[in-house]
T-cell receptor, first 113, second 111 residues
């Protein structure tokens, strides 16, 4: 596609529920990154994919968070047993090589109530 | 110590002023550097890459000081539309490029 697409744009869920956030990167971009951003903070790294594999998942806060990218394009971030502290904007970015910068999607605003 | 540090501001400047932001980073192996702009409730957008020799794009000038491990952004002749948060991004290769963001510096340009 022309840009990075994230769905849904907003998600309100109850504490304890499971959520999936989707990212469709720019066509041909092999590198895909997930971040989350809280108010007043910069984006915090979660996980990086190079193709289908998770090249670095060191930013995932705990085992409730998991992400996949089975065909090397669309990625899904999965959060189990959501907690109120998971509320944030979840951003996805893609890149061709990483050296030319990163293009972000408009994010998913997750609110856990 | 955070890996990428920025003064959060806000920087309040009048239209037409020149303003500069610095960003320090802790990993000396860092190889790529960028400035991003983020408007309220929007996603970050690439403003410019930062090259070792320094680079300019219109009213914006970016510089890198590897010895002191900081990058800078200079904005000349500030416009109202420059009001935003400016995010510093540093990445390094330890087998992969992991872009690390500072918390951002808020700029407010007033009439």
């Amino acid at each position: 596609g022309a840009g990075v697409s994230q769905t849904p744009s907003n998600k309100v869920t109850e504490k304890g529920k499971y959520v999936e956030l989707r990212c469709d990167p720019i066509s041909g971009h092999t590198a895909l990154y997930w971040y989350r951003q809280s108010l007043g903070q910069g984006p915090e790294f979660l996980i990086y994919f190079q193709g289908t594999g998770a090249a670095d998942d060191s930013g995932l806060p705990n085992d409730r968070f998991f992400a996949v990218r089975p065909e090397g394009s669309v990625s899904t971030l999965k959060i189990q047993r959501t907690e109120r502290g998971d509320s944030a904007v979840y951003l996805c970015a893609s890149s061709l090589t990483g050296e030319e910068g990163y293009t972000f999607g408009s994010g998913t605003r997750l609110t856990v109530v | 110590r955070k890996e990428v540090e920025q003064d959060p501001g806000p920087f309040n400047v009048p239209e037409g002023a020149t303003v500069a932001f610095n960003c320090t980073y802790s990993n000396s192996a860092s190889q790529s550097f960028f400035w991003y702009r983020q408007d309220c409730r929007k996603e970050p957008k690439l403003l410019m890459s930062v090259y070792s020799s320094g680079n300019e794009d219109g009213r914006f000038t970016a510089q890198l000081n590897r010895a002191s491990q900081y990058i800078s952004l200079l904005i000349r002749d500030s416009k109202l539309s420059d009001s935003a948060t400016y995010l510093c991004v540093v990445n390094w290769s330890g087998g992969s490029y992991i872009p690390t963001f500072g918390r951002g510096t808020i700029l407010i340009v007033h009439p």
